[in-house]
Antibody
Framework: QVQLQQWGAGLLKPSETLSLTCGVF????????WIWIRQPPGKGLEWIGE???????SYNPSLESRVTISGDTSKNQFALRLSSVIAADTAVYYC??????????WGQGTMVTVSP | QSALTQPASVSGSPGQSITISCSGT?????????VSWYQHHPGKAPKLIIF???KRPSGVSNRFSGSQSGNTASLTISGLRAEDEADYHC??????????FGTGTKVTVL
């Protein structure tokens, strides 16, 4: 059974870069699609972007100028970087895999707070 | 990319059925039969309960069912139970390897 475990800094100052990593355990990064999703406090879920098995990524247009999603098959993990963070980037961030155009395995979530 | 529209809250008594709507456009919900639904208890990761509009993953109760008509998808929970109290989110594929989520619905079991 594939499990995802994510880690990264939970407290950032404005203008810093958010960096989160999601490890794939019990399965392979290759051959699947992977996604990052976030939920700001009191709001709904938001699609950040995805990376496919070839390493090609696509991003939410509202974040595209600041976001990078990358994969490392040697470490069986993928990562999210969001530059120049602001208070509005405060959210719980989740990694997940994509199967049948749905997200069926999720990481545990990481609360990221942006505060001066 | 605008969020799909869901009612903010829906409530029902144990044993009743409730339906949550998810309204989009022809560029997302109506353009593809690729709506998924997630149950989200506070402090936990969301759980997939419906994909492809009406398919249930293995292990998901048949009390959850999904449907779609035009630009609107729906999730019905029948035989409502206390443990169904959670937030529910819809999501649709929107083309070009992009997805859009709904605004989320809080389900309360009275």
């Amino acid at each position: 059974q594939v499990q995802l475990q994510q880690w990264g800094a939970g407290l950032l100052k404005p203008s810093e870069t958010l960096s989160l990593t999601c490890g794939v355990f019990g399965g392979s990064l290759s051959g699947y699609y992977w996604i990052w999703i976030r939920q700001p406090p009191g709001k709904g879920l938001e699609w950040i972007g995805e990376i496919d098995h070839s390493g090609s990524s696509s991003y939410n247009p509202s974040l595209e100028s600041r976001v990078t999603i990358s994969g490392d098959t040697s470490k069986n993990q993928f990562a999210l970087r969001l530059s120049s963070v602001i208070a509005a980037d405060t959210a719980v961030y989740y990694c997940a895999n994509i199967r049948n155009n749905a997200f069926d395995i999720w990481g545990q979530g990481t609360m990221v707070t942006v505060s001066p | 990319q605008s969020a799909l529209t869901q009612p903010a809250s829906v409530s029902g008594s144990p044993g009743q059925s409730i339906t949550i709507s998810c309204s989009g456009t022809s560029s997302d919900v109506g353009g593809y039969n690729l709506v998924s639904w997630y149950q989200h208890h506070p402090g936990k990761a969301p759980k997939l309960i419906i994909f492809w509009g009406s398919k249930r993953p293995s292990g998901v109760s048949n009390r959850f069912s999904g449907s779609q008509s035009g630009n609107t998808a729906s999730l019905t929970i029948s035989g409502l139970r206390a443990e169904d109290e959670a937030d529910y989110h819809c999501c649709s594929y929107a083309g070009g390897s992009s997805y859009v989520f709904g605004t989320g619905t809080k389900v309360t079991v009275l």
